[in-house]
């Protein structure tokens, strides 16, 4: 039982140093991403904007990337480490482990709500000029 539990606790280690890493990278390219539109349109109000992946499709694909990246989808770096911490935590420490999870499905929600309102319907582009 103690080397199931030293091994669980290896694979939950090793999960976190590669969340480390990969939500580095995530979480920089997300602020990017925020900082293009802002930059562009002078507000990040999300009623302002819309429908930016026809005009900016490879912007939207890459936005899209970074943020399925960040949620742990498969196939995608955070995957791979939240897979090794849940696993590895789920035995020693359930009960912090299931909502660890639950947090990231309302996570899943919240910003594929953002993606949805951000990248389609009618295009919106806000205009600086005009708030001045």
Request: charged share 10%.
């Amino acid at each position: 039982m103690a080397q199931a539990d030293e091994q669980a606790r290896t694979i939950a280690v090793t999960g976190a140093m590669v969340q480390i890493v990969s939500h580095a990278l995530l979480t920089g390219s997300l602020f990017l991403f925020t900082g293009v539109p802002f930059s562009r349109g002078g507000t990040h109000a999300f009623n302002r904007w819309g429908g930016l992946a026809r005009p900016a499709p490879i912007f939207a694909a890459a936005l899209g990337v970074a943020a399925f990246g960040s949620l742990g989808l498969p196939g995608l770096s955070a995957f791979i480490a939240e897979f090794q911490i849940f696993t590895g935590s789920l035995q020693a420490a359930p009960v912090p482990t299931v909502i660890a999870v639950t947090g990231i499905v309302v996570t899943v929600g919240l910003f594929l709500l953002a993606l949805q309102r951000l990248l389609t319907g009618k295009t919106q582009v806000p205009n600086p000029a005009e708030d001045r």
